[in-house]
């Protein structure tokens, strides 16, 4: 496919457990955004990556939020000790910057549910 | 503090009844005005990209229009399949390159 991918698309868990998020950004994208969309709230930028480097990590709520990127491709967010508020739609984004539009292609989310 | 707000929160409009979303900013500096179209469930789709003030562009049956403090989505002649939640984001100078500042979104409905 040409778009992103993010897996799984549904995750329930209880709180208190990790749980890790998965991003395929598309092939050539050198910059990569988490952000999370929590019911009746606007997206909030969680972190960017440009290549496997996080410059801007200052959107992670807590130190129990952390992510990777590897070969410049696939990223990981990981969240730890799961609490209730951390419930929300997690959203990644890619972009190569340079284009007329400079758009961000967004994956279709992790929906996540804490109970 | 950099802030986007939309309105209205929802919107309802008849097949047919044109109306126009609105996207108000307070940034420091605007390197680019984004629209997004969301659908249940899906992530959000890019409509399109606005610079600088007087800058217009148009899609089908919508076209944005962008001030130096607000950006209006004009919707003409509307369909059902236009029915999505309407996104607008931000980018600001000197901010994170390419991060996006997000308003809440306008919820459409459109009927038949």
């Known amino acids: 496919g040409a778009g992103v991918s993010q897996s799984p698309s549904n995750k329930v868990t209880e709180k208190g457990k990790d749980v890790e998020l998965r991003c395929d950004p598309i092939s050539g994208h050198t910059a990569l955004y988490w952000y999370r969309q929590r019911l009746g709230q606007g997206l909030e930028f969680l972190i960017y990556?440009?290549?496997?480097?996080?410059?801007?990590k200052s959107g992670l709520p807590s130190d129990r939020f952390s992510a990777e990127r590897t070969g410049e491709s696939v990223s990981t967010l990981t969240i730890q000790r799961t609490q209730q508020e951390d419930s929300a739609v997690y959203l990644c984004a890619s972009t190569l910057f340079g284009g007329v539009d400079n758009e961000q292609f967004f994956g279709p989310g992790t929906r996540l549910t804490v109970l | 503090e950099d802030q986007v707000t939309q309105s209205p929160e929802a919107l309802r409009l008849q097949e047919g009844e044109s109306s126009s979303l609105n996207c108000s900013y307070t940034?420091?500096?605007?390197?680019?005005l984004f629209w997004y179209r969301q659908d249940p469930g899906k992530g959000p789709e890019f409509l399109f990209t606005?610079?600088?003030a007087g800058e217009e562009k148009e899609k089908e049956r919508l076209k944005a229009t962008l001030t130096k403090k607000e950006s209006f989505l004009h919707i003409t002649a509307p369909k059902p399949e236009d029915s999505a939640t309407y996104l607008c984001a931000v980018q600001v100078r000197g901010s994170t390159l390419g991060r996006l500042y997000f308003g809440r979104g306008t919820q459409l409905t459109v009927w038949p």
């Open positions: 606005l610079y600088s």
């Open positions: 990556f440009q290549g496997n480097s996080a410059p801007d």
């Open positions: 940034v420091s500096g605007l390197r680019g």
